[in-house]
């Protein structure tokens, strides 16, 4: 274990060498934000109650500012990086190393994730005072406590998914190409895109059981204290099942796929 926390220790000092990048992103990853905000707002001024599916206007900026924060925990990068080093065959140099290639991935998007969410914390308190009064304020304890499990929890899923996704290219020539749309998929059923409340009434609930709802709806719900605590509890427990569910998944695949490479002669 220890290996792995100095890794995530040395990502994590590596990605603060890079400044220009470190601004540049920031600039380019707020603008989709901003113009989400921005439609919603003429949006919610056509309609003229104020009142949207059951959401307030800051209920709606608060939804998507708070998401663009939780979203930084998706750790897409373990999968378009395990499936590159297939395509090349880097992962012949690595399987042959000490310590467990799905662990090393995990630490190291992890460390990234800790670093793109301290930046875009420290850009939304900067701009937080000129659109403060369309953000509501309601995080309570009970919400707080349940929103950090949720977001590890939803870390972990997010890294074991898109490790599957990833392990793709021991059979695809064109993995990520999949992956990318597959990307597409998961934001819109994780709610980055609109909340799942705008779904079809019968089809919320399962939604909310999916895993994808870890990454964003969920804790935007819980931020703005909207979900009922023992709610929010059951749902956490359904996502830990989800933990295990993908973790034995990502074993079958990675056995099935190991032998599949070995074959090829990677």
Same mark, same amino acid.
């Given at each position: 274990?220890?290996?792995?926390?100095?890794?995530?220790?040395?990502?994590?000092l590596?990605?603060?060498?890079? *400044?220009?990048?470190?601004? @540049?992103?920031?600039?380019?990853?707020?603008?989709s934000?901003?113009?989400?905000?921005? #439609? %919603?707002?003429?949006?919610? *001024?056509? !309609?003229?109650?104020?009142v949207?599916?059951?959401? +307030?206007?800051?209920?709606?900026?608060?939804?998507?500012?708070?998401?663009?924060?939780? *979203?930084?925990?998706?750790?897409?990068g373990?999968?378009?990086?395990?499936?590159?080093?297939? +395509?090349?065959?880097?992962?012949?140099?690595?399987?042959i190393?000490p310590?467990?290639?799905?662990?090393?991935?995990?630490?190291?998007?992890?460390?990234? =994730? /800790?670093?793109?969410?301290?930046?875009?914390?420290?850009?939304m308190?900067?701009?937080?005072?000129?659109? =403060?009064?369309y953000?509501t304020?309601?995080?309570?304890?009970?919400? &707080?406590?349940?929103?950090?499990i949720?977001l590890?929890?939803?870390?972990?899923?997010?890294?074991?998914? %898109?490790?599957?996704?990833?392990m793709? &290219? #021991? %059979?695809?020539?064109?993995a990520?190409?999949?992956?990318?749309?597959?990307?597409v998929?998961?934001?819109?059923?994780?709610?980055? /895109?609109?909340?799942?409340? #705008?779904?079809? *009434?019968?089809?919320?609930? &399962?939604?909310?059981?999916?895993p994808? =709802? =870890? /990454?964003?709806y969920?804790p935007? +719900?819980?931020?703005? !204290?909207?979900?009922?605590?023992?709610?929010?509890?059951?749902?956490? @427990?359904?996502?830990?099942? %989800?933990?295990?569910?993908?973790?034995?998944? !990502?074993?079958?695949?990675?056995? &099935?796929?190991?032998? +599949?490479?070995?074959?090829?002669?990677?």
């Amino acid at each position: 274990m220890q290996k792995y926390l100095y890794s995530f220790k040395l990502y994590l000092l590596t990605s603060f060498q890079y *400044r220009f990048d470190t601004v @540049l992103g920031l600039v380019m990853s707020n603008i989709s934000i901003f113009i989400t905000i921005v #439609f %919603w707002l003429l949006v919610y *001024r056509s !309609n003229g109650t104020g009142v949207v599916n059951g959401y +307030k206007i800051a209920d709606m900026v608060t939804f998507f500012v708070v998401s663009s924060l939780f *979203r930084t925990f998706i750790l897409i990068g373990s999968g378009f990086e395990i499936s590159g080093m297939i +395509k090349n065959g880097e992962l012949s140099k690595v399987i042959i190393k000490p310590y467990s290639i799905n662990m090393f991935l995990f630490w190291k998007y992890l460390s990234n =994730a /800790f670093y793109e969410f301290s930046k875009q914390f420290l850009f939304m308190l900067l701009v937080i005072p000129f659109f =403060a009064r369309y953000l509501t304020w309601d995080l309570t304890v009970h919400s &707080a406590i349940l929103l950090v499990i949720c977001l590890a929890i939803g870390t972990v899923i997010s890294h074991l998914i %898109w490790m599957l996704l990833g392990m793709m &290219a #021991f %059979w695809l020539e064109q993995a990520q190409a999949v992956m990318w749309s597959f990307a597409v998929i998961l934001n819109f059923l994780s709610g980055m /895109f609109i909340p799942l409340d #705008f779904f079809p *009434r019968w089809s919320v609930k &399962a939604l909310e059981m999916m895993p994808f =709802a =870890a /990454f964003s709806y969920i804790p935007a +719900k819980l931020y703005m !204290n909207q979900l009922p605590f023992i709610k929010g509890a059951n749902l956490l @427990l359904v996502y830990l099942i %989800w933990v295990f569910v993908l973790m034995i998944l !990502n074993m079958i695949v990675w056995r &099935a796929g190991i032998k +599949k490479y070995s074959a090829i002669g990677g």
